[in-house]
């Protein structure tokens, strides 16, 4: 599994969502379940698959799907 | 002055309340079974007890209070000191304090006070029982901690309403100059107070018509000025951060070993995501980290004491122990104890 399809993974499990939905518009504005318990599983989950420990400035910066990625690449996860 | 040590005060008991009204996630109608399964599995709540709306949380410690002199065969005109630690007091005043030295039947000569400091209540009323205690002048405290935050709230906030349970929990201490030195480190950052308000209802704000007009925020919270909110993401990022720092600071200036020096670390059981994220940044041994929160949800300050009650009973019964607590919660306050106890009384949880 590649390290995106990991990620997506993540995303549709914590958000019950499709695939198909992640992509620029997939943010905390757009996603009616998108609370704070949300994001802090998600970004719990991210932690976890991607052995990693988020900056708590990039826990509360993890408000998109493409957010995410940016701050992915800051800890050197090649997406 | 952020660092206390108190000196001649030993722990002798330790017991608490609960209303006998269980609700599970899935009991709550702002959820589907989905929502609520997801809930239980990420927040970690799964059990929480509400009081119905004539149960106040002076009710749940008196109870906790009577059944713990009882078991310590405490003489009730030995009791010099009482503390009532909530934010849900009877009345606005006088101080529920006060009432209950009446109601428990305490002499007139017991220094009361009440401490509305939430979730870092176990170490103010430690604190402040603790160092009244440590002269001598006074011999024995109870210091009673509970809230019934459930209904603080809007019923209709999803981001609130599912955390929190009610509770009444009594903690009995003694002057003893045997004991082992408690410590506490408190700190406070009054600038972040936003993140955890009830907007009207002190002299700020008084209650008027506005006051009960919900709006709905989006994302499952709707409430009115008069309800306790929560902001999430701040509230979050002040509890993985600040009580982590104080924690260390505490443990490194003590020379503590983690593994070997500590029986128990008792985190404040805000939720699962919040206590397991402490955990992985202290590196601490989970065995050493006993949850309740699944049962009895965020007790405010009362989570430490129920944890005592809850999970570590046998051994506080039957061997010394040492004892790392970490809080953090309204104000923003954050507080880190350690104390050390030798066999105590802890009573069964009782349902009220």
Redesign the interface.
Known sequence: MTNLEKLDKIFVEVF?CKKEELGPDFNKDNV??????????LT?SI?DDFDI?LD?ED??GCTSYEAVKEILAKYEIEL | MANWTIKNVSFRGVTGTVPNHPVKTSDIPLFTQEEADTFDQTVGIRNRYWASEDICTSDLCADAAERLIAALDWEKQSIDVLLFVSVTPDYKTPPTSAILQDRLGLPNSTFVLDIPMGCCGFMYGINVAGNLLSAGTAKRALVLIGDTAARMGSKNDKSRLPLFGDSGLAIALEYDETASDIFIDMNTSGDGYSALMTPHGGYRHPVTAESFIEEDFGHGIIRAPKDALINGMDVFAFAISKPVKSMKALLEEKSVDTEKDVDYFLIHQANKLIVDRIVKKLKLNPEKVPYNLQKFGNLGGASIPMIMCSEIAEDLQKRPLSIVGSAFGLGLTWATIMFKTTPMKVLPLNLL
């Open positions: 019950s009616g379940t998108w609370d704070s318990v949300h994001q802090l599983s719990s932690e420990m708590v826990i509360i």
